[in-house]
Structure formats: C-alpha cells, structure tokens
C-alpha cells in the first residue's frame, strides 16, 4: 500500500524534480542523506510517486543505506484532488487523532545508538531536546529501543513554551503519534495500547465519527489544531479548526513589519495573548515592539519639537535625518495628524520596517 522508494530512486526523483531535495552530511561519523521538498505541489508528489520524501532519512552502512521513514506526505481537507470534501464525505473512517502542533520529531539508529531528529537536522534545538528527554527517561529509551528492534519506527512531535508554533501547551513534551513497519511503511492503527504500558503519552484518540461530524465540530472547537482522520484505504487527512487557522494567520509570519502593523492598528495585544511568554516568539514581540515604540516616540518629539520652529529652522536641524520627509510634511500642515499612517505607509515592506528600526 505504501510504496518506499530506495536510495537511488530518491536520488532519480531530485535531479528531475524541482520540487524535491537532498540534504548530505556527517553524523557520530555516518554518511546521511535526507530528502524533503521545497513546494507541497499534489502534481510532483503523484508524478513520482514522491510521498515518503518527507524527511525521508538515509544512514550509510557499509556498502549499504538504511533507511528510516517520517510521515508519508499527506493534505488537508481541500487542498488537493482526493482530499477534497465531496471526495470524502461518505467515505468510513476508521481513526481520528488529535492533531498535535509541535515539531515532527524521530529517532534514528547510527552506530547501535538512537538518535532523535527533527525534519533536516539532528542538531535543531528540538532535536536535542528530544534526545534529552529519551536519554532521561527509561521507558521511553526501552520502548524506543524495542520498537526498531523489531522493525518499527515510533514517530514523535515535539513541543515547549520556548518553541510554541500556535497552541501554547505550556509544557515540554514528546507524544508520540504514529508507529510505521520499516519494511511495509504500514502504520499500527493501535499503537497507543503498547505504548500507554510504557507510561509514554500519545495523541489522543478520538471518536471515529464521520466527516460531516468534524466539519461541525471544527467551526467551535478552540483547544485543539485540529484532528487526522484515517479514511477507509488509509486515507490520511489534516482538518483543521477554524480558531487554529486564525490563530495561525496571526503567527504564521511574525516578522518586523508584521509586527509594526499590529501595533499601530492596536492589535498587538491580541497576539501577545496567544503566546506563551517564555516562547521565543513572545520574546521577538516584545523586542520588536519595543524597538519600535522608542523609535516611534523619538519621531513624535522631533516633530513636536519642529513645529515650534520656523520652516527654515526645521530644515537645519533636521535636514540630514532619515525620516525627515514626514518630518516637513508635518510642520507643513502644522500638525501631527500625518504621522501614523506615514509610518503604517513606509513599514508595509519588511525590508522598510528594518530600517525605520535602525
């Protein structure tokens, strides 16, 4: 059912593909290669047959490669033929996950040792800390060990305060999602039985009702990303609530314009809101706003400070500043009405809101 294309095929897929990549390096002394994508095109997936290049993960040994799954591509509910709703809405479900937002973590096998990665890296700061807590925790490391000892992979997301995406869990956590066979890539539909033995937390199962049922359920649900449904055919789906897919659009790109703009149409407190104020996120807003805010009330005083002076005076004082445009265009019109929406203006593009932050 799951086709798991070797080394070689993979290699075949990136010098044809665009969409599709190689990532080599050296790893507690091994040969690795791991293969993503660059684009989530459904077209260059089908075309060939690509969907296990998903941090799809190579380890050399000997004249051999071993190879070690993630997460087998899949789309959300809409966003591509097959996972349409009308594809979907009269299809048997036969599992549904809550869907957890963190980092896709796994481990790996190198030299007789585990180690945990996150989609590219073995040294991103979820990995490593993935690698802690196995490295602390006896169950974990005896289940782990057990599950590729007999050919399984056990797949993990990780999440903390420092590197929440949206939903703030407010804890440092592994939860395993998924278990796959090395050899079939088949997916144990009751993983949660073995694993719950261990004491190791897995997504909660939830209730495998019909589509039509979570389409309802998406519109008010606010605690949760949302869920993946396994349709009849293993059919992976990802449905989305609409808080998360709010939320998310908030996050999604907290950059320094986006930030800027937020603040100046009194929005940034909503986002401060949603993080949590450990996350590096909350702690980027705060820097930025700050930044920001100081920079904002110099100007104010510049200009305040123009006003009271003749044109001429204005222009020898402050001539040579940056923002002297709004400068002049405020001791035109006499007034500091202007100011807002000259900064809103020339801080739409990030590259703009850089500079004003200067």
Request: net charge positive; with cysteine; charged share 35%.
């Amino acid at each position: 059912m799951f086709y798991l294309p070797s080394k070689t095929e993979c290699d075949y897929i990136v010098e044809n593909s665009k969409q599709f990549f190689r990532k080599d390096l050296i790893f507690n002394g091994k040969e690795i290669a791991v293969y993503h994508y660059k684009q989530g095109s459904y077209e260059e997936f089908r075309k060939f047959n690509a969907w296990e290049l998903r941090g799809l993960t190579f380890v050399k040994n000997g004249k051999n490669w071993d190879r070690f799954l993630g997460i087998h591509k899949f789309f959300e509910l809409n966003q591509a033929p097959g996972w349409m709703e009308k594809d979907l809405i009269n299809t048997k479900v036969i599992k549904v996950q809550e869907k957890i937002d963190g980092t896709f973590v796994h481990p790996v096998l190198i030299n007789e040792q585990v180690y945990f990665k996150s989609k590219l890296r073995f040294d991103s700061y979820q990995a490593k800390r993935a690698q802690k807590l196995y490295e602390n925790n006896e169950n974990l490391k005896n289940y782990i060990n057990k599950k590729l000892n007999e050919g399984k992979i056990p797949l993990f997301e990780y999440f903390s305060p420092k590197t929440q995406v949206v939903m703030d869990y407010g804890i440092e956590k592994l939860v395993l999602i998924q278990v796959r066979d090395l050899e079939t890539g088949e997916y144990d539909l009751a993983f949660e039985n073995e694993a719950k033995e261990y004491g190791i937390e897995c997504a909660p199962v939830c209730t495998p009702k019909p589509l039509r049922d979570y389409l309802e359920e998406k519109n008010v649900c606010i605690s949760k990303e949302g869920w993946v449904m396994i349709f009849e055919g293993m059919k992976f789906v990802k449905v989305k609530t609409n808080e998360y897919l709010r939320r998310h659009k908030i996050l999604g790109d907290i950059k320094e314009n986006s930030i800027i703009s937020h603040i100046l149409n009194n929005e940034i407190g909503e986002i401060k809101n949603i993080l949590n104020k450990e996350s590096e996120k909350y702690q980027f807003v705060k820097e930025i706003e700050k930044r920001f805010n100081k920079k904002y009330k110099e100007l104010e005083n510049k200009i305040k400070k123009a006003l009271k002076m003749t044109k001429k005076e204005a222009k020898k004082e402050f001539g040579n500043d940056k923002n002297y445009e709004i400068i002049a265009i405020c001791k035109k019109k006499n007034s500091m009405a202007p100011l807002r929406e000259w900064v809103k203006n020339h801080t739409v593009k990030l590259k703009n809101a850089k500079k004003f932050l200067e």
